[in-house]
């Protein structure tokens, strides 16, 4: 007899050792995510994959499935909450997606457009953070920077050369480049390592690429993250 949890009603079975995404995301359940990859070991840094848990909040990405858990995902409550977090995102750093060259292809964007953000809500920090276009083949434009913490681990356990980290805390938290000089291009990350293509938003691109695909036919222009993400779970679960 297989274990289950029941996420809005719908019974999910689990293997021993997946977390309530890994879960869902096999079952075909969507719930928004921005710092989750199933590459890497659960972080939760955003925290929109928050779900109810027998009458508790919890992430998600990191909280084991277990049997007989009643589990609230696709809630009002919710995904106002959802939408908030984004909204923050957005006024904490400075995302101009009709200029951007990931536009199309950003989940933090196309997260966005899933919880019918329309507006960001909150006032705009306009924070000063700089770009650093040192690198002959990437560029790191810290404002539009989410700290998922994906590049870190990406370069800390796929590429083996732990290029970059996060520095201080709350709001004068910023993503840092480990070089002597703190710029990208006295470092060994190459555009073919890990780190330069897991970053969900425009914050690190590969240079001489971001228009290649035209607006209008990204990934996201015709599909919403949801489909995106549930096709590339049951993709990876028929590799197994």
Do not use: W
Not at 18 to 26: P, R, V
Not at 72 to 91: I, S, Y
């Amino acid at each position: 007899m297989s274990n289950t949890i029941t996420i809005d009603g719908q019974t999910i079975p689990f293997q021993e050792g997946q977390t309530i995404m890994d879960a869902a995301l096999a079952a075909g359940v969507y719930i928004p995510h921005l710092c989750h990859n199933p590459e890497f070991t659960p972080h939760g840094s955003c925290k929109l994959c928050t779900v109810t848990v027998n009458g508790r909040n919890v992430a998600s990405c990191t909280m084991p499935a277990v049997e007989g858990q009643q589990i609230a995902n696709n809630t009002d409550e919710l995904n106002a909450k959802r939408r908030a977090l984004t909204q923050m995102l957005f006024v904490e750093g400075n995302h101009f997606c009709p200029f951007c060259e990931k536009s199309g292809n950003c989940n933090l964007q196309a997260v966005a457009y899933h919880l019918d953000m329309m507006s960001p809500h909150y006032n705009h920090f306009y924070p000063a953070r700089e770009v650093d276009a040192s690198h002959p083949d990437i560029l790191l434009d810290r404002n539009r920077c989410i700290l998922c913490e994906l590049c870190v681990r990406a370069s800390r356990d796929v590429d083996g050369k732990e290029v970059f980290g996060l520095s201080g805390r709350g709001i004068d938290c910023k993503l840092v480049v480990n070089s002597s000089s703190g710029d990208l291009v006295d470092t060994d990350l190459a555009a073919t390592d890990k780190a330069a293509s897991v970053c969900p938003t425009g914050a690190i691109i590969v240079k001489r690429h971001g228009f290649s695909v035209p607006i209008g036919q990204r990934i996201f222009d015709h599909k919403d993250i949801s489909q995106v993400q549930l096709e590339a779970a049951q993709k990876e679960r028929g590799h197994e």
